[in-house]
């Protein structure tokens, strides 16, 4: 047990956090039709800058890595200005922002990337809903990556991480999550690889190791945050194995000394369903862990205290909680009642369900 509470503040490597309540990345789909962030999105993040830290949404470092219509990218020199501007706002209101670098990988449709067949580690399709303007759609069968193509997608999260830094970032974010290409790289279940980058979990692991050392050299290890969803089931991911296959991912992070880890619980649907492999994320992963442990999935304010008071975790993020509620430490501390949240405006666009919803009076 610690004294540990969502209040206190927090020293992430030099980055004073003024409390331990962190905003997830979360995809709003407000970028312009080109992935270009908008004053919007500044005004959405400035909205919500009391977070102890700020992970922006999943944003590409490619255009092979562009999965969802108007997500932002950080691969264009426009792309870099635009964010400069969020970054300026949101420092302007004491706010710190990390982004979260991303490639889709499989999860992704040819129709709205102008024909181009998603890659992915074996040729292996995705499940589940895929959105298209003209309704719900399959996914396609992806194309296995050839070896040698390996090394320069390792390159584009370089190149973002760099050009994080030139727009301001307080650090990087790895979305090595929720069935995208690092992920499904990293399990079995959508790697059948043959060569160093497949087989065993010292190989499935390679890929997103390299991209971690690549970041890690493009900027430091402090500021290279990464993202994990070891009981995750989207998209059709799964391990046959995946106590270890975490563990032995978890312990290079450790020993790369990477800024933090952020690891997502199970989801209430899947826990219901039974096939979760992993109950309790934090408690199992956090003695293979020696730096910040932030953990997401389905917290509120005393379950995050409760996760802090037990010592598995340091910090405590929340998705849905701050998309209704841009002034979420505040009623936290408070203890005043959350807005409702509107899950049909999640991926609109404009302000409706984005920058509209009321804060407290003061
Ligand atoms: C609309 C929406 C978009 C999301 N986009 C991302 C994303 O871009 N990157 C990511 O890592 N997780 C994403 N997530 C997952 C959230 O960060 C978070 O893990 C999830 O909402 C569970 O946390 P919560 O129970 O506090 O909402 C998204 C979730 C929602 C609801």
């Known amino acids: 047990m610690t004294n540990a509470n969502l209040f206190d503040p927090f020293d992430l490597h030099g980055l004073k956090l003024p409390n331990r309540i962190l905003m997830s990345a979360m995809t709003r789909t407000r970028a312009t039709e080109d992935d270009v962030p908008t004053d919007l999105i500044s005004e959405y993040y400035v909205q919500r800058a009391s977070a102890g830290l700020i992970v922006t949404e999943c944003t590409q470092v490619s255009d092979q890595g562009h999965g969802i219509m108007r997500a932002p990218g950080i691969h264009r020199a426009d792309q870099i200005a635009a964010w400069r501007k969020v970054t300026d706002a949101v420092h ?30 074996s040729a292996i399709p995705a499940t589940g809903d895929f959105f298209l303007p003209s309704g719900r759609v399959d996914f396609p069968i992806p194309r296995a990556l050839g070896i040698e193509e390996i090394a320069p997608i390792v390159e584009t999260f370089a190149q973002a991480t760099r050009n994080a830094r030139e727009a301001g ?76 296959t975490f563990s032995y991912v978890i312990k290079e992070l450790s020993a790369r000394r990477v800024g933090y880890l952020c690891l997502l619980e199970p989801n209430a649907k899947d826990l219901t369903t039974g096939t979760v492999q992993i109950e309790h994320v934090a408690k199992t992963f956090r003695p293979l862990f020696s730096g910040p442990l932030m953990i997401n999935s389905g917290f509120d304010k005393a379950k995050g205290q409760a996760v802090l008071a037990s010592g598995d975790a340091d910090l405590v993020a929340f998705g849905t909680m701050f998309i209704a509620n841009p002034d979420l430490p505040d009623r936290f501390r408070r203890d005043t009642p959350l807005n409702k949240l509107d899950p049909s405006t999640f991926y609109g666009v404009g302000p409706k369900g984005y920058t509209d919803y009321p804060r407290l009076a003061a």
């Open 92 to 121: 302007a209101a004491d706010g710190h922002i990390y982004n979260q670098i991303w490639h889709c990988g499989r999860v992704a449709h040819p129709d709205m990337r102008g024909g181009a067949q998603p890659v992915a580690p």
């Open 169 to 244: 970032f307080d650090g990087v974010e790895l979305h090595g999550a929720n069935g995208y290409l690092q992920d499904q790289f990293l399990r079995d279940g959508s790697n059948q690889r043959t060569d160093d980058y497949g087989g065993a979990v010292t190989n499935r692991a390679h890929f997103m190791l390299e991209t971690i050392d690549a970041m890690v050299a493009a900027w430091s290890p402090e500021r290279v945050g990464v993202r994990l969803s070891p009981s995750g089931l989207l998209y059709g991911m799964h391990d046959s194995d995946a106590l270890t």
